[in-house]
């Protein structure tokens, strides 16, 4: 039977494996193992099992996967309070795209709130003691995070978003090049004729922060730019970095690079503040274009992350290691 002849099943009726198996024109054991092994199929045999699932609306029965692998089937994500008490839409995106992922192979993701402080960790123990969750993934990873290394110590599977960036690098992440971002933002700004370029960033020692001051500040040297005293850096709130950008307005700049985009905000509230135009009196490219970015006047250019990726690879690596957890450690850079 041809993958596509297998009819869809009435309103109301349950679907069941076997109507995927018919959809996938595959057998009943390999679509069970795109559910609970995914890393043991082909990836176009994956992929038309995947498919059929989707067109047919086929969800697992998780409490009977349970019951048979001891496996709770649920992955936790420890949403952490913003340092600065605003919400970070950006995740949004990242977190859609992951539970979409983790659906596809009978998983489902749970969210929880993550103690501030030393009691971090006890959120997830929490989480571990209370719903056993198989697996676990990390945003927001920064110097001195004690998650990584607290999670392998245990046995624990986790994938991060975001590297290690001390300590002993021990488990799987994926992470965004930020430092090739703002090299490219570099470059645009120069192409217009730019060569005061400076750097509206964070202070030094996030992890982050200074991949992509990295990024500026290399491309400038390559182009034989100056960066003395074009670093300017801020708390990512738009008032302090306003403060900041005024401290480089003063030096003579005439285009920035900002490490995200509630920084260029501060760019935009400075220029405003001294009688000039974001854009054609003096450039800003952020970084993350969060939904703030089209809603400013002139819109903000703003350089993307590639977040529904980010998610995807999160999840199949995350699966991979719940799959074997002998498997060598794998890091991606988009």
């Not at 069941?16 to 890393?39: D, H, Y």
């Not at 670093?231 to 003063?250: I, N």
């Not at 970015?293 to 995350?318: H, K």
Request: charged share 25%; proline share 6%; net charge neutral.
């Amino acid at each position: 039977m041809h993958a596509h002849s297998s009819p869809r099943p009435r309103t109301g009726s349950a679907v069941t494996l076997e109507m995927v198996a018919a959809r996938a024109g595959v057998g009943r054991q390999t679509v069970s193992n795109a559910i609970n092994s995914p890393e043991l199929l082909r990836p176009q045999t994956l992929e038309r099992v995947r498919r059929a699932i989707d067109e047919l609306g086929y969800r697992p029965h998780r409490a009977a996967q349970a019951l048979k692998t001891r496996a709770s089937r649920l992955i936790g994500y420890g949403i952490r309070a913003s340092s600065t008490g605003v919400p970070t839409p950006v995740l949004d995106q990242f977190l859609h795209s992951l539970s979409e992922a983790a659906d596809r192979a009978g998983y489902r993701v749970v969210l929880f709130a993550v103690a501030p402080g030393d009691d971090e960790l006890t959120s997830y123990q929490q989480l571990l003691d209370e719903h056993g969750a198989d697996g676990f993934v990390l945003s927001g990873t920064d110097r001195g995070d004690r998650r990584q290394g607290w999670l392998h110590e245990r046995g624990v599977p986790y994938v991060a978003f975001g590297r290690t960036w001390s300590g002993r690098d021990v488990g799987d992440w994926v992470d965004v090049d930020g430092a090739a971002g703002t090299s490219a933002a570099v470059r645009h700004l120069a192409g217009l004729g730019h060569r005061k370029i400076g750097f509206l960033g964070w202070p030094k020692g996030s992890g982050v922060g200074d991949d992509r001051a990295r990024g500026w500040q290399s491309a400038m040297r390559e182009l034989g730019l100056s960066v003395r005293g074009r670093r300017a850096e801020s708390p990512d709130d738009p008032e302090s970095a306003a403060e900041a950008a005024e401290r480089l307005l003063a030096t003579g700049v005439t285009a920035v690079v900002a490490a995200s985009d509630t920084l260029a905000l501060g760019w935009y509230q400075a220029l405003r503040h001294g009688g000039r135009t974001p854009g054609p009196d003096a450039a800003v490219i952020g970084f993350d274009d969060s939904p703030i970015a089209p809603l400013l006047f002139p819109s903000l250019s703003s350089l993307a992350q590639p977040l529904d990726a980010v998610g995807r690879e999160c999840m199949r690596l995350l699966l991979e290691r719940l799959g074997d957890r002998q498997r060598p450690t794998e890091h991606v850079l988009l």
